[in-house]
């Protein structure tokens, strides 16, 4: 018997140890599927260079391959304003987000006068706490001051027929202003057995029962929508680029509403050890279909340039020398690919801002770039 089972524990160990290699093969084999997709894109991007070289060369050197015109499809450059924008998520909240707490020492609750969902008014009577214990002490102190007061009467009436002495008035009405001073204090400490609504808002939550011991630990919370904002973690290295003032654009999809303008009206003092980030809050208006915690997009205005020049971000490609465009010009009474080197800016929702070697109304290709070569004859009379 302990035979038998000592062969089907080293049956059961030999089969946990394949399926754990398994697991390990299978994820070795996604890397290394991930390494060889990256040095096949290389191994493509070489070898579109050399074409392009190649087919330079045997134009240069056969021009009767130069005259057989390849289709492409052309656009003018454009040139518009050029806006630059940082994407980034976020959420809602509220200025006003407050969990109400008792004024005094914990205590049961006898009566709640709120539920889940009630809109209130600053200072509305919200719950009323045990006040059995403070009752009973106020009770007595009236006693004390009903015979307090008691005694300085008499103790008057003799200094008015000029007996007893001044001192024994002075100390009797001493003992009632102590008295009604322990009673206002009392009083005082009794109204904080009455909560009240710090702000004006909608109960969002209601965690507490009559009966049960009011703490103010998230037990009724209150939002006040009215003042609503936007918070976002803007990663540190965009920390010279975003700065309070600077224009945005706040998307809410799920709120059915258009895209909200605004401008950043606090940005953090601080960077965060662990999210590497600075916090930023943008102004909302007040709106029933924004609610704290509710997802956002914001959009950071960050660059703008008047009069730039655009082109889709597709048509610039790359070789040794850096980045470059196809455009068309005449030659005589051939239509020719011309390569042109150009410097580039910023890149925005497919389009990318040409800095240097072109102009406003060039014709650039925009179908068909990948296969010409410079001075390459051309044709637009049909689309691709």
Not at 274 to 283: C, D
Not at 299 to 327: C, F, H, M, W
Not at 358 to 382: H, K, M, P
């Amino acid at each position: 018997m302990k035979k038998t089972a000592t062969i089907l524990l080293v049956i059961l160990t030999v089969v946990a140890a394949s399926c754990s290699q398994g697991k390990k093969d299978k994820k070795g084999s996604l890397g290394d599927l991930k390494v060889e997709l990256e040095k096949k894109k290389k191994e493509k991007n070489d070898l579109d260079v050399e074409i392009h070289k190649l087919e330079e060369q045997i134009a240069k050197e056969d021009p009767n391959a130069a005259n057989v015109a390849k289709l492409v499809s052309v656009d003018s450059v454009r040139v518009q304003d050029f806006t630059h924008y940082i994407e980034l998520q976020g959420k809602i909240d509220a200025d006003n987000i407050v969990y109400v707490t008792p004024r005094g020492m914990p205590a049961q609750i006898k009566e709640l006068y709120v539920k889940k969902g009630d809109v209130v008014s600053k200072g509305k009577l919200l719950a009323k706490l045990d006040d059995a214990v403070m009752l009973q002490q106020v009770n007595a102190l009236k006693t004390q001051l009903a015979y307090a007061e008691n005694l300085y009467n008499r103790q008057k009436s003799l200094w008015d027929q000029g007996i007893g002495t001044e001192v024994q008035v002075i100390t009797a009405k001493n003992n009632v202003d102590a008295i009604n001073k322990q009673i206002a204090t009392m009083n005082e400490t009794w109204n904080t057995s009455l909560v009240y609504a710090p702000i004006s808002g909608i109960v969002d939550e209601v965690n507490v029962k009559a009966g049960e011991t009011f703490t103010g630990n998230n037990q009724i919370k209150i939002i006040n929508n009215n003042s609503l904002k936007m918070v976002t973690e803007v990663p540190e290295n965009y920390i010279s680029r975003v700065k309070k003032g600077d224009k945005v654009i706040v998307s809410v999809p799920e709120s059915g509403k258009d895209s909200i303008p605004s401008v950043i009206s606090m940005v953090g003092a601080s960077i965060n050890p662990t999210s590497r980030s600075f916090i930023t809050e943008v102004k909302l208006p007040a709106d029933p279909f924004l609610k704290p915690n509710q997802l956002a997009t914001l959009r950071i205005l960050d660059y703008r340039s008047r009069a730039a020049l655009v082109v889709p971000v597709n048509v610039v490609q790359t070789d040794e020398k850096g980045k470059y465009v196809y455009i068309v010009e005449k030659t005589g009474n051939k239509t020719v690919a011309r390569k042109k080197s150009v410097t580039v800016g910023e890149v925005y929702n497919g389009n990318i801002e040409i800095k240097n070697g072109l102009a406003g109304g060039d014709s650039i290709i925009t179908e068909g770039y990948q296969t010409v070569y410079d001075g390459q004859s051309v044709t637009t009379n049909a689309k691709i």
